[in-house]
């Protein structure tokens, strides 16, 4: 492996890497802790767009975990960037949650079922047949169809949940319209995240436990990348993919003196 510069920035994912079904892996608080007393700039991502930055925030102070507000990052801003990068000031008809919806509010996006510029799909837990026959019809009305992520199922207590992208194939389907997805894997919400914090992808890393997201948007970012063992992705499962990761370890306690 070529030489790489020293890590001066984090990137890491949140659910199987520093919490899992709402309890934080042994070594999160210990990570959290050596980052900021470190000063180096990180951030906490997340696929997950229901919840704002400070609903993050006020979950994972409640597990002992202190994150700023600033150092989380979502499948929603990065959405909310990329929208705001392409049609500053346009309309969506939107499917989701606070974290969605807030962010476009912020960055002056009208939420609007007439004529919309884009039908943005999120992450929710109310989806209705009404609000998906209605993005149906606007993106065959001409609205462009953005996706918060691509994941197909989500994690919970009970099991897996339909997520996003499931969501996006039934509406797919229905169009022959595919989606825009402004989450990981794609290295857009790497790289807007960076640019928050004024960071470098060649001196920074990214920790995930999912090879197909985590990982690969790391790699396509720059970064050099941790596989943690806590979560989705199981050892004997790596040599699946056609790309590894820099390194794997067991957990994110064997991270913590890296930084």
């Not at 960037?81 to 500053?88: G, I, M, S, T």
């Not at 990982?215 to 590894?244: C, H, K, N, S």
């Amino acid at each position: 492996m070529a030489d790489r510069k020293p890590i001066e920035s984090w990137l890491t994912d949140m659910d199987g890497v520093l919490i899992h079904e709402g309890v934080p892996i042994p070594g999160a608080d210990a990570f959290i802790k050596r980052l900021r007393e470190s000063g180096k700039p990180f951030l906490v991502l997340t696929n997950n767009s229901i919840y704002t930055p400070r609903d993050l925030h006020a979950r994972l102070r409640r597990m002992g975990l202190e994150v700023p507000v600033e150092a989380i990052w979502t499948s929603a801003l990065a959405t909310a960037k990329f929208l705001d990068d392409q049609r500053p000031g346009g309309s969506a008809y939107v499917i989701g949650e606070a974290g969605l919806t807030t962010a476009l509010h912020d960055i002056g996006y009208i939420l609007t079922d007439h004529d919309p510029d884009y039908v943005v799909l999120g992450e929710t837990r109310t989806y209705s047949f009404e609000a998906m026959t209605k993005a149906v019809r606007l993106i065959n009305g001409g609205a462009r169809f953005i996706c918060t992520n691509p994941d197909e199922t989500g994690p919970s207590t009970e099991g897996p949940l339909p997520a996003t992208g499931a969501v996006a194939a039934l509406i797919t389907k229905a169009t022959g319209k595919q989606p825009y997805f402004a989450g990981k894997p794609n290295p857009l919400m790497m790289r807007t995240g960076l640019n928050a914090i004024g960071a470098h992808s060649e001196a920074s890393a990214m920790i995930g436990d999912r090879m197909d997201t985590d990982v690969l948007a790391g790699i396509e970012a720059g970064m050099q990348t941790f596989l943690v063992l806590t979560g989705l992705t199981r050892p004997e499962q790596v040599e699946d993919f056609p790309y590894r990761p820099s390194h794997v370890v067991d957990s994110i306690e064997d991270i913590v003196g890296l930084v």
